[in-house]
């Protein structure tokens, strides 16, 4: 078992903490502050919210003697990225009466609101609970959003392998009912027992765990940046079980060299029957049991996989299971991408991806997007689904509905939005960073668009702007855009400077590697600049910028 000698803060704040409970009802009716307390703090993000403070006004706050201005981000849990157009109506009216009113879409199929005061939490999570949406473990040392293949085209048997999402969710949801007492209101149980939780127990995880499914060969979901990821074996149309991929992660610190990203290790093929649910849950009782719980820093799957061993873990497993698993089937990805405008599935339902910039919903002068979802949810007509690139996709949408939806993309310019986005901005994700978050050392979100501008203006120049190169940006190095698996990766350093990473590949299965560090916008453009020069010059036939950039070991020694 786990060495547990200097246990983390967190552990001791999770064990005392009542099932998660801590003061946290007691802190949201204390007016005299914005925020709860520290040990609250923890608890509050198993409860799918992390508190936060608007850092564009933190010295303005700062200057007038006032507390920082402390909101709310509320995550929702959505295995699979699935909404009804109800649901959609829902978050849209939420969003606007109780947050920044942005929706904001995850690279784990979710979505988030920002900026909720204190006293609007309880509403909120209210109006969520009456369409059916809960936020529960959305955060936290606990199993996270389940991610899918998005796009139901892809497979005509996507609906059984996406089951799979909110089965697991349910499998690995913790069974404290604190959720339900503090926010919604109901009644307090009289009898503990009923929460007993023999996967968490009181102590839950070492740290966040994630697990996603991958319909190959596509691979939207970067199946194997999870801790556990499960890829479908099919055959013939039919599903015959999943490879298990274990150890992904992509979270660093700058200067620690014992923190790195890491693609998860098949380590076997499980069926699809009662066993492969008991594969992952005591993967996950191995974890728990062997994790760090002294260094959060050390503290996920991936570097208990390395320290132990895949062996080790194999026959752990086995011990656990009562079986083996069997050795891993055939698979193979060609593409992580999101399959934009219409597209059809085996049965005639249509399928309309449209581009959404980082994942952000909002209306502007340009694109009054989310007034033209709304209007299509009100339609009843099609269901909303998130991929793991960051975009939705209006599904389920049947052949005499069409013209309708298109006409409202069309009337509101997202049809047109869609089809103008270059090949590199569609294939671009940016982590929220600034305002809100807190680890942010650069802007992501707020800057990819303008710096992605930039770099268009140099592919046209060398006549590469057709190139679908995956772009992706964080804040800093905890990896939330996935940037250490792009083909272009940049990593916040600082305000206004990034480290370039390269050589990433489209299908998902290699992770890049630094290549300049502490760049600004001039000297980014200047580097890329004369990168594209030599790809376009010397690339082979068909040779993706990544693979180039591996070929030509543009990497630091
Ligand atoms: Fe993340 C922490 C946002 C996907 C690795 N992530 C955070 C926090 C909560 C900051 C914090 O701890 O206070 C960010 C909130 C910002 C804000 O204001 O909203 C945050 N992460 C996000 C999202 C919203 C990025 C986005 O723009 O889409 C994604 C929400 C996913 C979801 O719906 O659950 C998000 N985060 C990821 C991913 C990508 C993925 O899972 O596919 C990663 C890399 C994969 C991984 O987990 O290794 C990721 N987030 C982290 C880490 C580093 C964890 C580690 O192992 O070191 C942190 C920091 C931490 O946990 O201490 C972090
Ligand atoms: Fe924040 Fe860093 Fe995650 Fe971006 S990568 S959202 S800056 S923690």
New binding site residues.
């Given amino acids: 078992m786990s060495e547990n000698k200097n246990l983390s803060v967190v552990e001791r704040i999770k064990q005392k903490s009542d099932g998660l409970r801590g003061t946290l009802a007691e802190g949201l009716v204390d007016e005299l502050t914005g925020a709860v307390s520290e040990d609250d703090q923890s608890l509050v993000k198993f409860h799918g919210m992390?508190q936060?403070d608007d850092r564009d006004r933190r010295e303005e706050r700062a200057e007038k003697k006032l507390e920082r201005l402390y909101s709310f981000?509320i995550?929702l849990r959505v295995p699979g990225g699935f909404f009804t157009p109800e649901q959609w109506i829902a978050t849209h009216h939420i969003a606007g009466e109780h947050s920044t009113g942005t929706i904001?879409?995850?690279?784990?199929?979710?979505i988030?609101l920002?900026g909720l005061l204190k006293s609007h939490i309880k509403p909120t999570l209210a109006s969520f609970s009456a369409v059916h949406l809960d936020s529960i473990a959305?955060?936290g040392d606990v199993n996270?959003?389940v991610?899918c293949a998005a796009h139901p085209h892809q497979s005509p048997i996507h609906e059984q392998i996406h089951a799979y999402a909110a089965r697991i969710s349910e499998l690995l949801l913790p069974k404290t009912k604190a959720y339900y007492e503090i926010w919604l209101d109901q009644e307090k149980l009289t009898d503990k027992k009923e929460e007993d939780d023999a996967l968490y127990q009181d102590r839950y995880l070492p740290?966040?765990f994630?697990v996603?499914i991958a319909i190959p060969p596509n691979n939207d979901v970067?199946v194997l940046?999870?801790d556990l990821g499960l890829i479908a074996i099919i055959e013939n149309d039919e599903l015959k079980g999943f490879n298990i991929a274990i150890g992904?992660?992509?979270?660093?610190?700058h200067g620690n060299p014992e923190?790195y990203?890491r693609l998860a290790s098949v380590i076997g093929f499980s069926p699809a029957d009662d066993g492969l649910l008991k594969v992952i849950y005591e993967i996950v009782t191995i974890q728990r049991d062997y994790g760090n719980r002294s260094d959060?820093?050390l503290a996920?799957l991936k570097y208990t996989l390395d320290k132990y061993g895949i062996d080790w873990y194999r026959q752990e497993l086995a011990k656990r299971t009562g079986f083996e698993l069997q050795d891993a089937r055939p698979y193979s990805f060609t593409d992580r991408k999101d399959y934009y405008g219409w597209q059809q599935n085996h049965q005639g339902l249509w399928y309309y991806t449209p581009f959404v910039e980082?994942?952000r919903i909002y209306d502007d002068e340009k694109l009054p997007l989310k007034t033209a979802l709304l209007e299509i949810a009100q339609t009843g007509k099609a269901n909303f689904r998130f991929t793991?690139n960051?975009n939705l996709i209006l599904a389920d949408i049947r052949k005499k509905d069409k013209a309708l939806v298109n006409g409202i993309l069309e009337k509101y310019g997202v049809l047109q939005h869609t089809e103008a986005a270059s090949a590199i901005r569609r294939n671009s994700i940016?982590?929220?960073?600034l305002p809100?978050?807190?680890?942010a050392l650069a802007e992501a979100?707020r800057y990819l668009p303008s710096l992605i501008g930039h770099i268009e203006k140099l592919l046209t120049g060398h006549a590469l702007q057709e190139e679908a190169i995956i772009i992706r940006m964080t804040g800093c190095p905890?990896?939330?855009?996935?940037p250490f698996a792009a083909e272009i990766g940049f990593v916040g350093t600082s305000a206004g400077r990034y480290n370039l990473y390269l050589g990433g590949d489209h299908e998902g299965t290699r992770l890049n590697r630094l290549y300049k560090e502490n760049l600004d916008e001039a000297a980014i453009l200047k580097e890329l600049d004369l990168l594209f020069w030599l790809y376009k010059k010397e690339r082979i036939t068909g040779e993706s910028f990544g693979d180039f950039a591996l070929r030509q070991r543009w990497f630091k020694a």
């Fill in positions: 992390y936060q981000m995550r904001k879409i995850t690279t784990r199929q979710t988030q920002h959305a955060c996270r959003n991610t740290r966040k994630k996603g970067d940046t999870n992904g992660g992509l979270g660093t610190t923190t990203p959060r820093k996920r980082s994942g793991g960051q940016a982590c929220v960073a809100t978050c807190p680890l979100q905890n990896g939330c855009g996935r």
